[in-house]
């Protein structure tokens, strides 16, 4: 056997272990009719991104299952791309721009989207490498960007369909206008965050007398009101209902109407309607015939309709007019007022409800079958609580605006005949909009020689571009090739499994269901796995300006890929939220160099190749059996952990075993009959056991930890089998049959086969026997620890067994009790008492007396315990004194309350033990 290097460095591995993944072949996949195939899409990341938390934890749960599927047979598709990403992307480019000193005004249309090309070019792929650093097994050949010809074909696709349908619209509608980015967003893209506000109370007087007070939280929208409205059923303002009012600063007259839609409880129950405003006035307004007056203009600055504010910031039009409302004495009072305001996804700008002329998609008649297709079970969400939001949504989802006032993305194929705008179209001429043309609109995937109603050829196309999102929701099957009928979008949709963030489940996850059943008449994936948001360790969301960022590619360096990844999960429970610090992926890292060392001692000092003949159940001693049961009961819990997307689960159950039952115990057990035989172990027994054991270990933890496990993988090319049969099927390798295959296998653990649970080693009574044994072993090594004896001096050990049978199970393993202990002698009978000056241990199967007269200093021992028990109580009144401090139990994640709880009961149990010692000496 070749040297194995005493450490494992990851920086010598993990870069030529991808690059030789790359060049195998082994990411790409075809249609394979011979298989079942498994699918996931990548969630695209941005075109401007690099790499963070979120998408380290997102696409280490991807790569989890789509290399346990590719072990398990399946013909595993990872589809990976990038979006485009349009205002995020333009922004950049912009900033990049004014740094040179020129702005996309100035270069013009074409030549700021040239300069957007080239810096996708330059840039666009820095994420794409990252993933590759995190060990991420897509198919790069297929790699995908929502502006390719292929998407944008789909794109176009798309639109023209929902159009013919009746499904598209244009119309003035309010909408959410970001005045930063001057781009209409749609509902989700304007998420709503709670601030401190306040109420105005405003007096709109009459001609003659008083008038009514109207509460307002934006005072500078009064400019652009028409009337004033109360509720019809409000005792207070009935007779009231059709007068006069005046409005205050721009002297003109509204009117006072009544709408059921009028909160009789809020402020004093009459309310100030601005129609281009706002989306409830703007509906109101269309109830009562009034017509919207915009006083602002796209950058939020107030416009000519706002009389002397004109060119004036909303906000600072604001503090203006109600310092004038102050000075003409109607302002009657301002209260503090918390609600819920719009901001901009992307620049956190507050958004402005503004009346403008937009693209629209029907929503409700595609979120049906959506809904239903969820109602049925035909879609599944994991966890399952997500189901209830996505139905909450989808069944009071309204029309998604679709058209962006930018110029990087999908230009909306809509063309408009000039001639037909400036001359009209006579009545009977205008055709339905099912034939794409509809007042002078021409809907069409390429621009039209000539309008089509006038023969014009002055035809100019829309000037908008689509949301993001409507290339996004394409991404199931756009990316197989639709609108095509290709055969990789026959074979691998539906997708299998889409695993997301909760941040886009409306943005994204629910219009690619609605978009697949549209478009491809199916679901576009059968399970949606939700995962939580990665935070820092105190529960706050990581971001740039908290300054709590921990970066992914510092973690590669600094402790691995393998540890990032194998941390991270370790960590995500059951789509929980994720609490990080640096110190956790100590975890993996520790956990890595642990299955390092193992290996390399086994691999080290059995000597090559594997026994030939059928293995006999007379050569598996205790321990053999013992393993080979923990293997095939581990075996089936991973898989099904894996089945249920219980990703924590299956790492947690995965490190029991190796660590625990593998390294800590099976080779520990073994190591004196390796240590005394070495290469001339004798095969068929214990050396085929502790190859087949850590040949299924490592195939079982290369989804979490992907590099170390190939890195073991290739050193034990020698002692793999040529035969797929070497052990007649009891022991096999997991080998496949083919010949082709089990030369492949050996070529990489990625394509080797996933173990199987075989039942016929699965044997409890031996689990139950070594238990015992472990118990005794434990018990010997707590004392002495406690005691300080250290494993140099021998000691004499009595055991009196308590139930029947436990006297030959500790007999029959006397020899590991002995070696694992350190014992000189071990003596065994039911009938022993308790010798003076010795420690017990107490157990439901027997009890254990260690007699320590002349082991250590009796007097100087107590003395010790004594002062170190009055530190762990002093310890304990500190940690409950925490536990009971209201403001840590308010403010603290529960995460770091039940540690402290834990350490409360640790300390606890360390005093009742210590008490016990002292007592027995």
Known sequence: MKDIPPRYNPKDYEESIYSKWEKSGFFHQEPDPSKKPFTIVIPPPNVTGILHMGHALNNTLQDILIRWKRMQGFASLWVPGTDHVGIATQNVVERSLKEKGVTRQELGREKFVDEVWKWREQYGNTIIRQLKKLGASCDWERTRFTMDKGLSEAVLE???????????????????????????????????????????????????????????????????????????????????IGKKLILPIMEKEIEIIADDFVDKKFGTGAVKVTPAHDPNDFEMAKRHGLEPLRIMSPDGKMNEN???????????????????????????????????????????????????????????????????????????????????????????????????????????????????????????????????????????KTKPEKCPECNSTNIKQDEDVLDTWFSSWLWPFSTLGWPEKTKDLEYFYPTSVLVTAPEILFFWVARMIMSGIEFKKDIPFSDV?????????????????????????????????????????????????????????????????????ASRFVLMNIGLGRQGSRLEAKDLNIADKWILSRLNRTIEVVTKALKNYGFNEAESLLYDFIWHDFCDWYVEMVKPEIM??????????????????????LKLLHPFMPFVTEA???????????????????????????????????????????????????????ESDIEVVKEAIVNIRNIRSDMNIPYSKKLTVNIAPLKAGIESILSDSMGYIKALAQLENLIIDAKLKKPKSSLSAVTENFNMYIPLEGVIDIDAEKARLSKKQDALKQQLVFTEKKLKDKNFMDHAPESVINAEKEKAEAIKEQIRRMEKTIKDL
């Open 158 to 240: 798309a639109f023209v369909r929902l159009y013919d349908k009746g499904l598209i619209y244009r119309g003035n509608y309010i909408i959410n206008w970001c005045p930063r980015c001057q781009t209409a967003l749609s509902d989700e893209e304007a998420p709503h965050q709670d601030v401190e506000g306040k109420l105005y109370y405003i007096l709109y007087p009459f001609k003659e007398g008083e008038g009514i007070v109207v509460a307002t939280t934006r005072p500078e929208t009064m400019l652009g009101d028409v009337a004033v409205a109360v509720n019809p059923k409000d005792r207070r303002y009935k007779k009231l």
């Open 306 to 444: 706002a009389g002397r504010f004109n060119g004036m910031d909303r906000f600072e039009a604001r503090k203006s007019i109600v310092a004038e409302l102050e000075e003409k004495k109607l302002l009657i009072k301002i209260e503090k007022h918390d609600h819920a305001v719009g901001h901009c996804y992307r620049c956190h700008t507050v958004i402005e409800p503004y009346l403008s002329l937009q693209w629209f998609v029907k929503m409700k008649p595609l979120a049906e079958p959506a809904i239903e297709a969820v109602k049925s079970g035909k879609i599944k969400f994991y966890p399952k609580r997500w189901t209830k939001v996505y139905l909450n949504w989808m069944e009071n989802i309204r029309d998604w605006c679709v058209s962006r006032q930018i110029w990087w993305g999908h230009r909306i194929p809509v063309y408009y005949c000039e001639n037909c705008a400036k001359t009209g179209i006579p009545k009977s001429k205008v055709k339905s909009q099912k034939s794409k043309i509809y007042a002078g609109i021409i809907v069409s």
């Open 529 to 597: 796995y939700i995962h939580g948001t990665v935070r820092d360790v105190t529960g706050k969301k990581m971001s740039k300006s908290l300054g709590n960022i921990i970066d992914p590619l510092e973690i590669i360096d600094g402790f691995s890929a393998d540890a990032l990844r194998f941390s991270i999960i370790s960590i995500t429970a059951a789509g929980q939220d994720v609490f990080l610090s640096k110190e956790k992926f100590e975890i993996g890292r520790n956990f890595a160099n642990k299955i390092w060392n």
């Open 676 to 697: 005394t035989q070495g290469s001339g172990l004798k095969a068929g027994g214990t050396k085929d056991v502790l190859i087949h054991v850590l040949e299924d270990s």
């Open 712 to 766: 073991i993988w290739q050193n034990m090319k020698p002692l793999q089998s040529e035969s797929p049969d070497s052990l007649g099927g009891i022991l096999s390798p997991s080998l496949v049959s083919v010949a082709g295959e089990c030369i492949k296998e050996r070529e990489s653990i990625m394509v080797s086969k996933w173990p199987e649970p075989e039942k016929r080693y699965v044997n409890k009574q031996v």
